[in-house]
């Protein structure tokens, strides 16, 4: 069964400290691998995708890598702002549906 | 370029009413997505329109959903009659080549 996991399912840092979250996933035929931010009351907002192992990106102070089994988004030196729920996604084939995870919840405190 | 609108944001309505959402996508985005977020669970996928016609419906939960997508433009999500267990947050993406997705706010609904 495809599957996509995400852990911590919440996690508190300080600001400065740097950590990363994960997302496993099992599912055949990917299509590519998804990051969104989400805030209170708001939709998914698109951070990256990535296509094949190996590939990595970055903004600011986030950075998503792949392998073949799972992501993780690495967050540098969090500012407060960067509180949100972190969700990760993939999609299959070329049906263009997205499968999530239940997310991450970030908190950064000052 | 103006983003997914959905409305209305919140409805709240009995057992066995019937509630109509709304999604209008970014003009020109062909291919149009309804997700849902159940309380507690990970947002999943309802159905996919390219322009007007339903191309994967798998994820919708029976026939008590019905999705319309008028002449390839705005979206509407029909739950006739609702459930207690229909409440959740919706949500509308729509992307121009089923390869990106920009998200919609989402409509909370509360079946009470």
């Known amino acids: 069964e495809d599957q996509v996991t995400q852990s911590p399912e919440a996690l508190r840092l300080q600001e400065g400290e740097s950590s990363s979250l994960n997302c496993s996933y099992t599912?055949?035929?990917?299509?590519?691998l998804f990051w969104y931010r989400q805030d209170p009351g708001k939709g998914p907002e698109f951070l990256f995708t990535l296509y094949s192992a190996g590939e990595e990106k970055e903004k600011e102070r986030l950075k998503a890598t792949l392998t073949k089994k799972e992501s993780f988004l690495h967050i540098t030196a969090p500012k407060p702002e960067d509180s949100a729920t972190y969700l990760c996604a993939v999609r299959k084939g070329s049906q263009g549906n997205l499968i999530f995870g239940k997310g991450t919840k970030l908190s950064v405190k000052p | 370029e103006a983003g997914v609108t959905q409305f209305p944001s919140h409805s709240v309505i009995e057992k066995g009413q019937t509630v109509t959402l709304r999604c209008d996508p970014i003009?020109?985005?062909?291919?149009l997505y309804w997700y849902r977020r159940v309380m507690g669970k990970e947002i999943k996928f309802l159905l996919h329109f390219v322009k007007e016609s339903k191309q994967d419906e798998s994820g919708m939960p029976n026939n008590r959903f019905l999705a319309e997508r008028t002449g390839g433009t705005y979206s509407t999500l029909k739950v006739q009659p609702a459930e207690l267990e229909d409440s959740g947050v919706y949500f509308c993406?729509?992307?121009?080549?089923?390869?990106?997705?920009?998200f919609g706010s989402g409509t909370r609904l509360t079946v009470v």
């Open positions: 599912v055949s035929g990917l299509r590519g």
């Open positions: 003009s020109g985005h062909d291919n």
């Open positions: 993406a729509s992307s121009p080549r089923g390869i990106g997705y920009t």
